[in-house]
């Protein structure tokens, strides 16, 4: 075998380390810039140039739960689990993942983490106030939720989640008020109108709750054609 220069082989990894760089540079540009597709593309290839790079797998474990790739997702989560990454997102996209599944126990340990280390990632205490909610831990989840809404006055989720509290607690006036919040921020949030019926009609007041209730029936007539 010839002699190797160490300096050439030290030139040449650097050269390599250099280009990926950039190119993981790209990527982030690309879905700063909203072109997730591109960004995906770049990812998956320098998570094959260098399978042992942590932070390409962590951007595509975020793309993949974006773009409802979730078996994609939980790959890449498994893998920076075994190798000891532990990130606010990456709990966040856990927990969420888990509540989807009704893995409530899960989800809280995975949202309580996200939630204690990074307050101010979005959407992380509607999660947690919508898993202590499952487990009807209602004080816990009302504190949640009043956090979610002081981070973001127009979390719709968070409005509704403390009109589901207000209805457990028969407290049907704030219920309905909180749900009528969730509408005014999003009509789509068609579980805000069933509560809305719901306080409504605990409020002595049926021809209300029955154009609500139509607007959750309408939702369902939706879904089930489009299956």
């Known amino acids: ?59 595509l474990a975020e ?32 927990g969420a993942i888990a509540l989807a599944r009704r893995n409530v126990h ?3 340990e995975e949202l309580d983490y996200a939630a204690y280390v990074e307050p101010e990632l979005p959407s992380v205490h509607t999660l947690l106030g919508l ?3 499952r487990l009807n831990r209602l004080d816990e989840a009302e504190v949640a939720f009043h956090k979610a809404v002081e981070n973001n006055a127009f979390d719709a989720a968070a409005h509704d989640g403390l009109s589901q509290i207000c209805l457990r607690r028969g ?5 309905a008020n909180f749900a009528l919040e969730a509408l ?5 949030l068609f579980a805000a109108h069933y509560h809305l019926g719901v306080s409504l009609m605990n409020l002595g007041r049926p021809n209300e709750a029955v154009t ?8 369902v007539g939706k879904e089930c054609r489009s299956r």
Do not use: K
Not at 171 to 175: I, N, V
Not at 184 to 188: K, R, S, V, Y
């Open 1 to 59: 075998m010839g002699y190797v220069d160490p300096d050439a082989v030290a030139a040449r990894e650097a050269s390599l380390r250099h280009q990926l760089e950039a190119e993981f540079q790209q990527a982030t540009h690309s879905l700063s810039s909203g072109d997730i597709g591109e960004s995906q593309r770049v990812l998956e290839r320098l998570a094959v140039d260098d399978p042992n790079w942590i932070a390409p797998r962590h951007l």
């Open 106 to 108: 899960a989800a809280l």
């Open 131 to 133: 898993t202590l909610l």
């Open 184 to 188: 005014q921020h999003d009509m789509q």
């Open 171 to 175: 407290e049907f006036d704030e219920a």
């Open 63 to 94: 793309i993949y739960y974006r773009t409802d790739r979730i078996a994609d997702c939980e790959s890449q989560l498994e893998w920076l689990a075994e190798h000891a990454v532990e990130h606010p997102r990456l709990s966040l996209i856990s």
């Open 212 to 219: 609500a209730f139509r607007s959750e029936e309408r939702r």
